[in-house]
């Protein structure tokens, strides 16, 4: 037996031997499926079924290749005279037109245009058209010519639309593509498509490949798209009548969540039809996670009818249960999940830590609840959140309508969203203020262009909206008399919706921060600062991250959040069983991060994401699929086998394990208070920003009124007299900390 089934279980082996005809391998989360691709090449070697270079193994990123070509040349003794072809779809594209390049009338040395340079062209066609040009309108743009390339659409077809906005994008992608065309240049979508055409149109350069590789894998089939999927058809087919590829594909149809970029996970399940008398293959045991999360997670999946079925099961068969909390609303729900890292430092390097959400508007909670505790992050895939451009945009308007002087916020916002003042426009005004020693306001104010003098008009507006309407509210006003949010609907792309989403939040915080009593002064220097802030360093530090980047990813301890209806599963994937389907899937990716604990965590109380709005929550669905055999309850951040923390002369209870009462009961219970007396214990658990004193004027648990967030229960004071700050849960807008001098509060 060769010495490398050694190291492989029972199907690991099978999928490494089974070398001749099609094969399927299905692929659990944690089940090895890198290592039984790498055996495979490395056995197809030892074995003499194929020289290294008639093995041809493709996957999606760079990374991904390279660690499959390290450890093919650790697991095969001595120097091999030819590589095998390990690399990602695109880098294979490129090899192969390189040497068929004249075929199809491209020249040899064509160059091929990275992320940096597709938007660089983007942005230079946006400002020709005097749209903004800015980075993330740019990106926005080339993901949309993207996805078009990937579905198999032209520019003609949105040239005819009734909608003004296809038709707009209809002539960005055509100049885009002359672009391309005038620099000799292919994009990454191109690499794929041009691949395809010349093994579609060329018979004899066809078959050269096909006799090129006796033997081809692929990795993570379930996220090829419709090119992908298309030239491995034409690699794989074989011009001898009745005779089978030799091709393994290897992927998880339950982790397929990439569907919104063009990942067909279908192909999966057209494999076995594709090829028939393919061989299917499942890989369940899991090396990642323990048990009790693994049951969890399989709960949820279970739900989707578009699947294989797998069952995964692991060797630890120790470990907690799934933790399930459930906090009165979303600023609650991130001090749990903060002061639960803060406990989880002692023992455990912050990168092994993670909080995982669905939505990047979702992090500015965390980041607050972070800073405060002084806990080190990073965010992985994403801006923080007051760099973002949207933020930094609605926050440019402010600072100009405050301070007409303030002349890089004019600049920001003068041409955004695009209301045709142009480059030269403004270039033309920059040098007449220079020339006359003016601000660029003055110059704005003896222009003669009517556009000009309509965003005067717009700043003087927004100037008594500031000055008239409270903070929040003005900012409301912002977007909407300036078209912003206007602008971000019409373009109707999951990329726009994200943006409302951080500016809907960016609203929030304003309404915090009001609540608190601060002044827009210090809501903007507050903002500004943490815009600075220094990066932490990344090795050690607590991951936030979306869960579309958490895909590979593993941690220790990972808390998924956000477990709501309409936020996740999100809101835009309620309308199909397709994209709810993939909700669950990315859930289920989710849950299986976690290699030791596992918390789900929600929020009873929350605005409404992505509109207006506020209010109670319902559980999201994926939860309710979990049996309450498979979690276990807290009622609070208390850790477990500790005592109850006390805040101020009270305490959150815990809950049972295993409590039979449904979820959808517990939805919007308040927490139980009950008394409890401090423990040295207790003050190691928290850090000092989350102690609380009682203050006789308001006694835990009363109920107040305040003028505007109508009635509520007061949570905690910190502090003492007039400048003590009160934490009240309201029953319409949720948990807000108020300074006493400025609230106004009535007890009731």
Not at 144 to 163: F, L, M, Q, Y
Not at 213 to 229: A, G, H, I, K, S
Not at 505 to 529: C, K, N, V, Y
Not at 587 to 609: D, I, N, P, Q, S
């Amino acid at each position: 037996m060769s010495r490398l089934l050694a190291d492989l279980n029972p199907a690991q082996r099978q999928a490494v031997t089974t070398t001749e005809g099609p094969l399927l391998v299905l692929a659990g989360a944690g089940s090895g499926k890198t290592r039984v691709i790498t055996y495979r090449i490395a056995y197809l070697i030892e074995q003499h079924k194929a020289r290294p270079d008639e093995i041809l193994a493709v996957t999606f990123t760079n990374k991904a290749a390279e660690v499959m070509r390290q450890r093919v040349e650790q697991l095969v003794p001595g120097s091999l005279e030819a590589a095998p072809w390990t690399s990602t779809f695109h880098s294979f594209c490129a090899r192969l037109l390189r040497r068929e390049a004249p075929l199809l009338g491209l020249p040899r040395d064509f160059s091929i245009y990275d992320d940096t340079d597709q938007e660089r062209l983007a942005r230079a066609l946006l400002k020709e058209f005097g749209e903004d040009d800015r980075a993330w309108a740019a990106r926005g743009a080339r993901e949309r010519i993207s996805r078009a390339k990937t579905a198999g659409r032209a520019p003609a077809d949105w040239a005819e639309s009734g909608n003004p906005l296809e038709r707009r994008q209809a002539e960005l992608f055509r100049r885009y593509q002359e672009g391309l065309r005038a620099a000799h240049a292919l994009d990454f979508d191109d690499l794929l498509l041009e691949a395809v055409r010349l093994l579609a149109e060329h018979p004899e350069a066809r078959r050269r490949w096909q006799q090129r590789f006796r033997y081809l894998l692929v990795d993570e089939y379930q996220d090829t798209n419709r090119p992908q999927y298309e030239l491995l058809h034409w690699l794989a087919e074989t011009p001898e009548a009745g005779k089978q590829p030799n091709l393994c594909v290897v992927g998880d149809e339950d982790q397929s969540i990439y569907g919104w970029r063009g990942a067909d996970y279908g192909n999966i399940f057209r494999f076995e039809q594709d090829f028939p008398g393919a061989r299917l293959i499942l890989l369940e045991q899991n090396y990642r996670s323990t048990q009790p999360i693994l049951d969890a997670a399989t709960a949820v999946i279970e739900n989707n009818r578009s699947r294989k079925g797998k069952v995964l099961w692991s060797t630890e068969k120790a470990g907690v249960k799934a933790r399930l909390y459930e906090a009165p609303d979303a600023e609650a729900e991130a001090q749990f999940v903060a002061e639960r890292l803060w406990q989880y430092r002692r023992q455990n390097p912050l990168q092994h830590l993670a909080v995982l959400y669905r939505t990047n508007a979702q992090s500015r909670l965390y980041e607050e609840a972070l800073r405060r505790l002084d806990l080190p992050y990073r965010l992985v895939g994403g801006f923080s959140f007051y760099k973002r451009a949207e933020v930094r945009d609605l926050l440019a308007y402010v600072r100009a309508a405050r301070n007409p002087l303030d002349t890089q916020s004019l600049l920001r916002i003068l041409n955004v969203p695009p209301r045709g003042i142009g480059s030269a426009t403004v270039e033309a005004l920059l040098a007449y203020a220079r020339d006359h020693a003016l601000p660029l306001a003055e110059a704005l104010a003896l222009e003669g262009n009517e556009r000009v003098q309509k965003f005067r008009e717009l700043l003087e507006s927004l100037r008594g909206a500031l000055a008239t309407k409270s903070f929040p509210e003005a900012l409301e006003f912002i977007l909407e008399a300036s078209g912003y949010e206007r602008w971000l609907k019409e373009q109707g792309t999951p990329e726009a919706e994200d943006r409302r989403e951080n500016l809907r939040e960016l609203i929030a915080a304003a309404e915090d921060s009001e609540a608190r009593g601060e002044t827009p002064d210090d809501f903007l220097d507050r903002a500004a600062l943490v815009s600075d802030a220094d990066d932490y360093d990344a090795s050690a530090a607590i991951t936030l991250m979306t869960l579309h980047s958490a895909k590979g990813t593993e941690f220790d301890v990972v808390f998924l959040v956000g477990l709501e209806e309409g936020l996740f599963p999100h809101s835009r994937s309620l309308d199909t069983d397709a994209d709810l389907e993939e909700e669950r899937r990315l859930c289920y990716v989710g849950m299986t991060r976690a290699k030791r604990e596992l918390y789900l965590v929600r929020a009873g109380w929350r605005r409404a994401w992505g509109g207006e709005g506020s209010g109670e929550t319902e559980p999201s669905r994926f939860l309710l699929e979990v049996p309450e055999s498979l979690v276990e309850r807290l009622e609070a951040g208390v850790s477990v086998g500790a005592p109850a923390v006390e805040r101020g002369g009270w305490t959150y209870e815990s809950e049972e394990a295993g409590s039979a009462r449904p979820l959808r009961a517990r939805a919007r219970r308040a927490p139980k208070l009950r008394g409890g007396r401090r423990t040295k214990a207790d003050d190691d658990l928290l850090p000092h920003p989350a102690r609380h004193r009682l203050d006789p004027r308001y006694p835990l648990g009363c109920t107040v009124r305040h003028t505007r967030f109508g009635e509520g229960t007061v949570l905690a004071v910190d502090g003492e007299g007039a400048d003590c700050k009160i934490t009240v849960h309201f029953v319409n807008y949720g948990r807000k900390t108020l300074v006493e001098k400025f609230a106004g509060l009535e007890r009731i």
